[in-house]
């Protein structure tokens, strides 16, 4: 995935959660937005679960668990000859 970075003079939030017939699950959140006119922030997580289908110890057991959060900025000089673009990112998988 890339991560995007927005110019919005408000503030944007996307929100989407899958539920599947076996167990799977698909959570994706993302809020982003300006603090000045020329600087931008935000957040995301997602998260993606799915249990096993073969093997099952219990209802609970799951084959997947993995979910990714990332933090992101932009900043860019009135001018806009100048700009930065920050992001950490940070991914566990089970």
């Not at 300006?34 to 957040?43: R, V």
């Not at 959060?69 to 566990?92: C, P």
Request: aromatic content about 18%; charged content about 20%.
């Amino acid at each position: 995935d890339s991560i995007p970075f927005y110019n919005t003079r408000s503030p944007y939030t996307h929100i989407r959660y899958l539920q599947g017939g076996l167990g799977q699950q698909l959570l994706e959140t993302q809020f982003a937005i300006n603090i000045k006119p020329n600087w931008s922030s935000g957040f995301a997580y997602k998260r993606m679960v799915a249990k096993k289908i073969l093997g099952r110890i219990d209802q609970n057991d799951r084959e997947s668990d993995i979910y990714g959060a990332y933090a992101f900025m932009r900043y860019y000089s009135t001018n806009h000859k100048y700009e930065v673009l920050g992001s950490y990112t940070h991914f566990q998988g089970s």
